[in-house]
């Protein structure tokens, strides 16, 4: 696990594929360290099959401010996509994703734009299923993606994160039949790592008030290097 960036208050990693973000990230800290005990706090989240870019916290203090600032996001982009009301605010702590997905644009996936949809989590079958309209445990998803390379039969997309729902990005674009490249469970026909990249974070420095930026490079693999 690469560390790209520490200090008293947190710590940005380059989480690896087959690395839990709840449980074996904060442990291969605590080993990093050599301090068993040491607080790692946990703000935000990765699937377990997703590589990229997560900030932890080393201090309580700076684990409420992060998540603070997640919570903020969250409202500012409701609002801002008119599911709740309120006054327009900048989001202050930003995720963006790449991902490889089969095809390229057409009628139900034009070039860019935003997918909105309603996405029911199945914790029997472990999947979740987009449906026609809002019910008990059903929540609705939002994000805003560009097509931005088509090499042969797949297509590198930029994604910006609006909600943060359980395999959102996958089963949004499985729904419209460009599912990402690898990911099985949501219909590509290739079986493999998910070709899913969590390559961009933005958020302000939980003491200092900093705005902080990070961005990773296109993962290596053989599905990637087609888009270098």
């Given at each position: 696990?690469?560390i790209?960036?520490?200090?008293?208050a947190?710590v940005?990693?380059?989480?690896?594929v087959?690395?839990?973000s709840?449980?074996?990230?904060?442990?291969?800290l605590?080993?990093?360290?050599n301090?068993?005990?040491a607080?790692?706090?946990?703000?935000?989240?990765?699937?377990?099959?997703?590589?990229?870019?997560?900030?932890?916290?080393?201090t309580?203090?700076?684990?409420?401010?992060?998540?603070?600032q997640?919570?903020?996001s969250?409202?500012?982009?409701?609002?801002?996509d008119?599911?709740a009301e309120?006054?327009?605010?900048?989001p202050?702590?930003?995720?963006?994703?790449?991902a490889?997905?089969?095809g390229?644009?057409?009628?139900?996936?034009?070039?860019?734009?935003?997918l909105?949809?309603?996405?029911?989590k199945?914790?029997r079958?472990?999947r979740?299923?987009?449906?026609?309209?809002p019910?008990?445990?059903?929540r609705?998803?939002?994000?805003?993606?560009?097509?931005v390379?088509t090499?042969?039969?797949?297509s590198?997309?930029?994604?910006?994160?609006?909600?943060?729902?359980?395999?959102?990005?996958?089963?949004?674009?499985?729904?419209?039949?460009?599912?990402?490249?690898g990911?099985?469970?949501?219909?590509?026909?290739?079986?493999?790592?998910?070709?899913?990249?969590s390559?961009?974070?933005?958020?302000?420095?939980p003491?200092?008030?900093?705005?902080?930026?990070?961005?990773?490079?296109?993962?290596e693999?053989?599905?990637w290097?087609?888009?270098?």
């Amino acid at each position: 696990m690469n560390i790209l960036y520490e200090d008293a208050a947190l710590v940005v990693v380059d989480k690896p594929v087959g690395l839990s973000s709840e449980e074996g990230v904060p442990a291969a800290l605590r080993q990093h360290w050599n301090a068993p005990d040491a607080f790692v706090g946990v703000v935000h989240r990765l699937d377990t099959g997703v590589s990229g870019l997560m900030v932890f916290a080393k201090t309580p203090k700076a684990a409420a401010e992060l998540s603070r600032q997640v919570t903020q996001s969250q409202n500012a982009y409701a609002v801002q996509d008119g599911r709740a009301e309120g006054r327009a605010e900048a989001p202050q702590f930003v995720k963006q994703y790449r991902a490889v997905i089969a095809g390229g644009p057409d009628e139900r996936l034009p070039e860019s734009g935003t997918l909105r949809d309603y996405l029911f989590k199945d914790s029997r079958k472990g999947r979740v299923f987009p449906v026609s309209r809002p019910r008990k445990g059903v929540r609705e998803a939002v994000l805003e993606y560009r097509i931005v390379q088509t090499a042969g039969e797949n297509s590198l997309t930029e994604i910006t994160l609006h909600t943060g729902r359980t395999h959102q990005i996958r089963v949004q674009f499985a729904s419209r039949k460009h599912p990402l490249y690898g990911d099985g469970k949501y219909g590509s026909r290739v079986k493999g790592n998910i070709a899913l990249q969590s390559c961009g974070l933005q958020f302000r420095h939980p003491e200092s008030g900093e705005p902080m930026a990070f961005t990773l490079p296109l993962p290596e693999g053989e599905v990637w290097t087609k888009f270098l």
